[in-house]
């Protein structure tokens, strides 16, 4: 596709259980990022992938939290345990390593109930 | 936090007008990217400013950036009905990940 698609588009899901959001970035785009976007703290860095190197996790805020990418592309951002303080919107963007801007999806909408 | 700040939080201006936006950041950039929201969901790059640049121009978009001051503002031209929407500064330390750290945001409305 011509842009950065994300799925699905809004996830309700009860207090408790796991949820998986998915990306898909762009063709040839190395980096990829996930951010997260709620009222009480903007919008945060989470995690980011470049190529084969190690993810940079800095930025999850538990050990609830974790993703991965497959073969270099598509990437899935899991959440074990999901508690209300985790609905927000969640981001993923890609990029070209080196131009600077990034290329964001339309966003996942959680809402945990 | 590391966010940046912006201001002011929310704008509203008549068709026509100029509408500026100010952010400031607190760690050294390798470049200041501003991005558009609309209706709280994917954000849309609207240009890249590096460190070593002071003012920037994209159609009706004019960027400046002072690092002295670590301060940026973005100034909308004879604005539209469909510039409303948020807009975000985003800092780009450059590093290992060239992660973007987001400023509050501006939330502008433009009155036709």
């Avoid at chain 1, 596709?1 to 762009?26: F, H, W, Y």
């Avoid at chain 1, 800095?58 to 999901?82: K, N």
């Avoid at chain 2, 501003?34 to 002071?54: A, F, P, T």
């Avoid at chain 2, 960027?63 to 670590?70: I, Q, R």
Wanted: charged content about 20%; hydrophobic content about 30%; glycine content about 10%.
């Amino acid at each position: 596709g011509a842009g950065v698609s994300q799925s699905p588009s809004n996830k309700v899901t009860e207090k408790g259980k796991d949820v998986e959001l998915r990306c898909d970035p762009i063709s040839g785009h190395t980096a990829l990022y996930w951010y997260r976007q709620s009222l009480g703290q903007g919008l945060e860095f989470l995690i980011y992938f470049q190529g084969n190197s190690a993810p940079d996790k800095s930025g999850l805020p538990s050990d609830r939290f974790s993703a991965e990418r497959t073969g270099g592309s598509v990437s899935t951002l899991t959440i074990q345990r999901t508690q209300q303080e985790d609905s927000a919107v969640y981001l993923c963007a890609s990029s070209s390593r080196g131009l600077g801007e990034q290329y964001f999806g339309p966003g996942t909408r959680l809402t945990v109930t | 936090s590391q966010q940046g700040e912006e201001d002011p939080q929310a704008l509203s201006i008549q068709e026509g007008e100029n509408a500026t936006m100010n952010c400031s950041y607190k760690t050294s950039i390798n470049n200041l990217q501003w991005y558009r929201q609309n209706s709280g969901r994917g954000l849309v790059h609207l240009i890249l400013i590096r460190s070593n640049e002071r003012e920037k121009h994209s159609g009706r978009l004019r960027v400046t950036l002072d690092t002295s001051k670590k301060s940026s503002s973005l100034l909308i031209t004879a604005s539209r009905a469909a510039d409303t929407a948020s807009y975000f500064c985003a800092t780009d330390s450059g590093g290992a990940t060239n992660k973007l750290i987001f400023g509050t945001g501006t939330l502008l409305a433009v009155q036709p």
